[in-house]
């Protein structure tokens, strides 16, 4: 024998298993995610009401971007749920940075011509003209074909991440990660979830 006292096991109390299971469960969320994402466009598609494309376009100030990040960031981009949180993304992403957006836009306008008519920035392509832009761009979730919406919003990231490359301020990496966005989005752009809303 030891010469050791016998102790009763610790029992963990009733919020010990609430504290491991560390949340819903991941594929709940996602299937939320995709039905929101559903809804929400056809939603709106049905609406005969033009302040429903408005409410679209700012959902990310009222419902706040972490919330929809919450939903949709975890899903595949080639996701209806995936695709609108890329193109809420971008939005958020011009405007909180307007005039740096503007600058690398203007530096690769002239790389990516065609790149150029397909976003349909006004030239000169100022901030108030990427803002509306990436506006216009999310009321087209509401009207009109879906793979449109898609390729004006993956043709600005492509044209972005080239003047990035041009004025030679971003890094690899900063450059990659905004023409991947633009390759999911013209990849989503020619996929089934924009021919199923076309």
């Given at each position: 024998?030891?010469?050791?006292?016998?102790?009763?096991?610790?029992?963990p109390?009733?919020?010990?298993?609430?504290?491991?299971?560390?949340?819903?469960?991941?594929?709940?969320?996602?299937?939320?995610?995709?039905?929101?994402?559903?809804?929400?466009?056809?939603?709106?598609?049905?609406?005969?009401?033009?302040?429903?494309?408005?409410?679209?376009?700012?959902?990310?100030?009222?419902?706040?971007?972490?919330?929809?990040?919450?939903?949709?960031?975890?899903?595949?981009?080639?996701?209806?749920?995936?695709?609108?949180?890329?193109?809420?993304?971008?939005?958020?992403?011009?405007?909180?940075?307007?005039?740096?957006?503007?600058?690398?836009?203007?530096?690769?306008?002239?790389?990516?011509?065609?790149?150029?008519?397909?976003?349909?920035?006004?030239?000169?392509?100022?901030?108030?003209?990427?803002?509306?832009?990436?506006?216009?761009?999310?009321?087209?979730?509401?009207?009109?074909?879906?793979?449109?919406?898609?390729?004006?919003?993956?043709?600005?990231?492509?044209?972005?991440?080239?003047?990035r490359?041009?004025?030679g301020?971003?890094?690899?990496?900063?450059?990659?990660?905004?023409?991947?966005?633009?390759?999911?989005?013209?990849?989503?752009?020619?996929?089934?979830?924009?021919?199923?809303?076309?």
């Amino acid at each position: 024998m030891t010469g050791r006292p016998h102790h009763r096991p610790m029992t963990p109390g009733g919020g010990f298993f609430a504290e491991i299971a560390g949340g819903a469960d991941p594929a709940q969320v996602r299937e939320a995610g995709d039905l929101a994402a559903t809804v929400l466009v056809r939603g709106a598609r049905a609406s005969e009401d033009p302040e429903v494309a408005e409410r679209i376009v700012h959902l990310a100030e009222s419902e706040g971007l972490e919330t929809l990040a919450e939903v949709w960031s975890g899903a595949p981009a080639d996701t209806l749920a995936g695709c609108l949180w890329q193109l809420f993304l971008l939005r958020s992403w011009v405007y909180a940075a307007p005039e740096a957006v503007a600058a690398e836009y203007e530096a690769g306008q002239r790389r990516v011509d065609v790149a150029r008519v397909v976003a349909g920035v006004a030239d000169p392509p100022g901030p108030d003209e990427l803002r509306r832009m990436v506006d216009d761009v999310l009321r087209g979730i509401t009207r009109g074909d879906f793979a449109v919406t898609l390729f004006r919003a993956a043709a600005f990231a492509r044209i972005v991440a080239a003047g990035r490359a041009a004025i030679g301020s971003a890094t690899h990496e900063e450059i990659s990660r905004v023409l991947l966005l633009s390759e999911q989005l013209e990849a989503a752009g020619h996929g089934e979830i924009a021919n199923t809303l076309a």
